[in-house]
């Protein structure tokens, strides 16, 4: 495991906390998609730069790269040796998103970019509720896909609180 990508079933599953605690235990820096993506004032970055910067990260021998943004899915996963897949039920990432944005109320994500206050507004809520399935059921197909042609990358789906903080346990002993 060198070249990990960290992808999840929704906002508010874990991605950021759990690739911290993985690139600590493996002593490898954790590169957060939405720090590439977004620009101050939560502007969106064009997707040339947006591409060029994982490009970037990509030709290093270590890395992980947590954050799902489907239009650089491909680009990643054909460099990755590991994909971590979390998936958490709806409400529960719900409760996450929600109570993520009281605790960062006026602050900046450390996984964000600068100038991107937190916040939580009717059309992200939505876009949560309204994507969650068909991810869940696209991730499946995918993943099932990537085990097939590409038997040599380790994909690790873990679909609970208690695997997610299970699999970090296990790596520290």
């Known amino acids: 495991m060198e070249r990990i ?3 999840g079933v929704s906002a508010g ?3 950021s906390t759990f690739a911290r605690g993985l690139g600590e235990y493996l002593n490898i820096e954790v590169h957060h998609l939405d720090t590439f993506y977004w620009r101050p004032g939560w502007v969106e970055a064009p997707l040339n730069d947006f591409i060029s910067a994982q490009k970037e990260v990509l030709s290093h021998n270590k890395w992980i790269i947590e954050g799902n943004y489907s239009d650089s899915f491909a680009l990643r996963s054909e460099h990755a040796d590991t994909i971590i897949y979390l998936e ?4 529960v990432c ?3 998103v929600v109570k993520r944005r009281l605790s960062y109320i006026g602050k900046t994500r450390p996984d964000m970019s600068v100038g991107c206050n937190e916040k939580l507004d009717w059309q992200f809520v939505k876009f949560i509720m309204i994507t969650y399935f068909p991810r869940k059921k696209k991730m499946k197909n995918i993943l099932g896909e990537l085990q097939r042609t590409k038997p040599e990358k380790l994909i690790v789906i873990l679909k ?9 346990l296990n790596r520290k002993d």
């Not at 958490?88 to 409400?91: Q, R, Y």
């Open 5 to 7: 990508m960290v992808i």
């Open 160 to 168: 609970s609180k208690q695997e997610i903080e299970g699999y970090l």
């Open 13 to 15: 599953v874990g991605k």
């Open 94 to 96: 719900l409760y996450r």
């Open 88 to 91: 958490l039920p709806l409400h």
